[in-house]
């Protein structure tokens, strides 16, 4: 989050509303005279801001207002960082001195603000980062604060280090009921890892079943923060919210950057808008930046003219200018929301400027399986006789073992906290997922914290809903890339009447051979429909069949006729019956309906 002394301007008088029929005339003039109603009219004109007819303000009224009172051309130049800027940048003069609680009206309609999609506010979840700048006064100063809210789960770990580097500190919000969770912890790394200044807060103290004490206690075992710096509020309620803003002016930093510098912004954030295109959030770390400007990527080299630029507060509120030091949003004509990644680094086409560090394109962490398994059995990489590293995306260009080196498989290290009764359990399930455990600490009297190197594909899939099962829902659950490691792989074909099914085809460990295939195999008896000829499933490993499901097929009862007379009749129908069937086996297609492949892939049965 951002913090920037701001000089609250002069706010103009409102202009006075005449009444109708009595245009032009000056109040002290006997023409200005008004009635009682008149009055009223007058009264309600002011206050509603509204010009009627040949009462609006001229052109340069209103580029004055624009500008904060000062004409359009006669900008000075901007303050240097620390001291007051300009008025233009406020959202609203009356929004500068307003208290806290006056940022945004609290009525009904007003709650979940920063939460935008159904699913946020349906489940009262965070998917979207979004980004806020207030005003707050403090010891009569006045502060522009921008902060961003950014999801908590493992899925967005990027975005979050992005949002990281557009920051001074953080605030690392713990439930009062739950406790510290596996995200609340990989979260504390990325921004002690960033060197970014930490204030715990402690949320729903106000819940019947709220444990504060044992929260702070378990911020200063794992996280070495006295719990005196730990702040109790109800986010709710509005208990102590003050105290959050306090301590953001109090113990993080402003930003140390100077508008007299090249343009330099972080792309942290992005939307997309029909009619606008897209809407890329920023951060400046030098310059200033305003429309009609020229500015390039730093990533995709293409050059934009700037539209409009402004801050959020949530709502977008056009601004003159933007300031090193700010956070805001910027509109340049981008088309594809692939224009504006997350950690790119924009600045003026001609005077560019050394990237931001840490950039890397976004990775999808969401494993869509729209071909069977040939995307979501996550293939590992392998070495060949010449130590050159080959990534295999397609699993039925899998190589036979003759000719690498070695395979490698993707890993994470996985952080689960869970109450200690669920232990065995939970270290059961790790272990039939391959996973080698790597620490187990006691967080307190009654959880635990355990890590675990994981390979990504035991986990990707149905992991998480299982570990949710065994520990009541109690427990969580975070992963971090731990790169590649060697192990024992084989290519698994399915087989459909002797035919090889590529969509099926998936990677797996030795060890576990056996058990994978007869799983699928039993799975796709199960789910492939019956024909009027048998269907033999088998799972082949080279030319090694190692399981085997047999779908049965129609049979019509041809001996429904026969009330009698000779055997040999019976036996010649039967065998004509038998020959069709082995005919229309040969030349009939097997279709495997598309929830056959989803269901492949969980492991655990349907209940």
Same mark, same amino acid.
């Given at each position: 989050?951002?913090?920037?002394?701001?000089?609250?301007?002069?706010?103009?008088?409102?202009?006075?509303?005449?009444?109708?029929?009595?245009?032009?005339?000056?109040?002290?003039?006997?023409?200005?005279?008004?009635?009682?109603?008149?009055?009223? @009219? /007058?009264?309600?004109?002011?206050?509603?801001?509204?010009?009627?007819?040949?009462?609006?303000?001229?052109?340069?009224?209103?580029?004055? =207002?624009?500008?904060?009172?000062?004409?359009?051309?006669?900008?000075?130049?901007?303050?240097?960082?620390?001291?007051?800027?300009?008025?233009?940048?406020?959202?609203?003069?009356?929004?500068?001195?307003?208290?806290?609680?006056?940022?945004?009206?609290?009525?009904?309609?007003?709650?979940?603000?920063?939460?935008?999609?159904?699913?946020?506010?349906?489940?009262?979840?965070?998917?979207?980062?979004?980004?806020?700048?207030?005003?707050?006064?403090?010891?009569? /100063?006045?502060?522009?604060?921008?902060?961003? $809210?950014?999801?908590?789960?493992?899925?967005?770990?990027?975005?979050?280090?992005?949002?990281?580097?557009?920051?001074?500190?953080? @605030?690392?919000?713990?439930?009062?009921?739950?406790?510290?969770?596996?995200?609340?912890?990989?979260?504390?790394?990325?921004?002690?890892?960033?060197?970014?200044?930490?204030?715990?807060?402690?949320?729903?103290?106000?819940?019947?079943?709220?444990?504060?004490?044992?929260?702070?206690?378990?911020?200063?075992?794992?996280?070495?923060?006295?719990?005196?710096?730990?702040?109790?509020?109800?986010?709710?309620?509005?208990?102590?919210?003050?105290?959050?803003?306090?301590?953001?002016?109090?113990?993080?930093?402003?930003?140390?950057?100077?508008?007299?510098?090249?343009?330099?912004?972080?792309?942290? $954030?992005?939307?997309?808008?029909?009619?606008?295109?897209?809407?890329?959030?920023?951060?400046?770390?030098?310059?200033?930046?305003? =429309?009609?400007?020229?500015?390039?990527?730093?990533?995709?080299?293409?050059?934009?003219?700037?539209?409009?630029?402004?801050?959020?507060?949530?709502?977008?509120?056009?601004?003159?200018?933007?300031?090193?030091?700010?956070?805001?949003?910027?509109?340049?004509?981008?088309?594809?929301?692939?224009?504006?990644?997350?950690?790119?680094?924009?600045?003026?086409?001609?005077?560019?400027?050394?990237?931001?560090?840490?950039?890397?394109?976004?990775?999808?962490?969401?494993?869509?399986?729209?071909?069977?398994?040939?995307?979501?059995?996550?293939?590992?990489?392998?070495?060949?006789?010449?130590?050159?590293?080959?990534?295999?995306?397609?699993?039925?260009?899998?190589? $036979?073992?003759?000719?690498?080196?070695?395979?490698?498989?993707?890993?994470?290290?996985?952080?689960?906290?869970?109450?200690?009764?669920?232990?065995?359990?939970?270290?059961?399930?790790?272990?039939?997922?391959?996973?080698?455990?790597?620490?187990?600490?006691?967080?307190?009297?009654?959880?635990?914290?355990? =890590?675990?190197?994981?390979?990504?594909?035991?986990?990707?899939?149905?992991?998480?809903?299982?570990?949710?099962?065994?520990?009541?829902?109690?427990?969580?659950?975070?992963?971090?890339?731990?790169?590649?490691?060697?192990?024992?792989?084989?290519?698994?074909?399915? @087989?459909?009447?002797?035919?090889?099914?590529?969509?099926?085809?998936?990677?797996?460990?030795?060890?576990?051979?056996?058990?994978?295939?007869?799983?699928?195999?039993?799975?796709?008896?199960?789910?492939?429909?019956?024909? @009027?000829?048998?269907?033999?499933?088998?799972?082949?490993?080279?030319?090694?069949?190692?399981?085997?499901?047999?779908?049965?097929?129609?049979?019509?009862?041809?001996?429904?006729?026969?009330?009698?007379?000779?055997?040999?009749?019976?036996?010649?129908?039967?065998?004509?019956?038998?020959?069709?069937?082995?005919?229309?086996?040969?030349?009939?297609?097997?279709?495997?309906?598309?929830?056959?492949?989803?269901?492949?892939?969980?492991?655990?049965? $349907?209940?």
């Amino acid at each position: 989050m951002w913090e920037t002394a701001l000089k609250p301007p002069a706010e103009p008088a409102p202009p006075r509303i005449p009444a109708r029929g009595q245009r032009g005339h000056h109040e002290g003039s006997p023409a200005a005279a008004q009635s009682p109603r008149e009055e009223a @009219l /007058t009264r309600r004109g002011q206050e509603t801001r509204v010009f009627h007819g040949r009462n609006q303000p001229s052109r340069g009224e209103r580029e004055r =207002k624009a500008c904060g009172g000062r004409r359009k051309g006669t900008d000075t130049g901007p303050s240097p960082p620390g001291a007051a800027l300009p008025a233009r940048e406020a959202a609203a003069p009356e929004a500068l001195a307003a208290p806290l609680g006056r940022t945004i009206a609290k009525t009904a309609q007003n709650k979940q603000v920063l939460d935008k999609l159904q699913v946020e506010r349906e489940r009262g979840i965070t998917v979207k980062a979004q980004t806020v700048s207030i005003f707050h006064n403090h010891e009569g /100063t006045n502060y522009l604060l921008n902060l961003i $809210d950014t999801p908590g789960h493992v899925d967005f770990s990027y975005e979050v280090s992005r949002s990281l580097s557009a920051c001074q500190g953080v @605030l690392l919000v713990v439930d009062a009921n739950e406790g510290i969770q596996a995200q609340t912890v990989a979260n504390f790394y990325l921004a002690f890892e960033a060197q970014l200044s930490i204030i715990p807060v402690i949320n729903k103290i106000d819940l019947k079943n709220a444990d504060p004490e044992r929260v702070e206690k378990q911020i200063e075992k794992l996280f070495d923060i006295p719990k005196e710096d730990c702040i109790r509020i109800s986010a709710k309620h509005g208990t102590n919210v003050e105290r959050i803003l306090q301590a953001v002016i109090e113990r993080i930093p402003p930003p140390t950057v100077s508008p007299r510098d090249p343009l330099k912004a972080l792309v942290f $954030d992005s939307t997309f808008d029909h009619y606008r295109g897209v809407i890329a959030n920023i951060a400046l770390f030098g310059g200033e930046v305003h =429309k009609g400007r020229k500015i390039a990527s730093a990533y995709t080299k293409k050059t934009y003219e700037v539209n409009e630029v402004g801050i959020l507060t949530p709502s977008e509120q056009p601004t003159h200018k933007l300031y090193a030091g700010q956070v805001g949003y910027l509109i340049a004509g981008m088309r594809e929301i692939t224009e504006a990644q997350i950690g790119d680094t924009l600045y003026f086409h001609n005077q560019p400027v050394e990237p931001l560090p840490g950039f890397q394109s976004a990775k999808p962490m969401v494993f869509a399986v729209p071909q069977g398994l040939q995307d979501g059995a996550l293939p590992p990489g392998f070495q060949e006789h010449g130590k050159e590293e080959i990534t295999i995306i397609n699993p039925a260009e899998f190589p $036979d073992k003759s000719a690498v080196v070695e395979y490698l498989e993707p890993t994470v290290m996985g952080t689960i906290i869970t109450p200690d009764e669920y232990i065995g359990k939970i270290i059961t399930l790790c272990q039939s997922r391959r996973a080698v455990q790597k620490d187990l600490v006691y967080i307190d009297d009654h959880r635990v914290m355990m =890590k675990y190197l994981f390979p990504l594909n035991e986990i990707v899939v149905d992991f998480y809903d299982a570990l949710k099962s065994l520990s009541s829902g109690y427990a969580s659950f975070d992963y971090e890339d731990a790169g590649y490691q060697p192990a024992d792989l084989v290519k698994m074909d399915i @087989l459909l009447n002797g035919n090889a099914v590529e969509e099926l085809i998936i990677i797996v460990h030795r060890d576990k051979v056996y058990k994978e295939g007869k799983f699928l195999c039993e799975r796709l008896r199960d789910v492939i429909p019956r024909q @009027l000829f048998e269907i033999a499933i088998q799972a082949a490993v080279g030319s090694r069949i190692i399981a085997r499901e047999t779908v049965k097929a129609y049979r019509k009862n041809v001996l429904a006729k026969c009330y009698g007379g000779d055997i040999s009749r019976k036996m010649k129908l039967l065998k004509r019956q038998a020959e069709g069937k082995k005919r229309m086996r040969k030349i009939g297609n097997v279709e495997v309906p598309k929830d056959a492949f989803i269901s492949v892939l969980r492991r655990q049965p $349907d209940k």
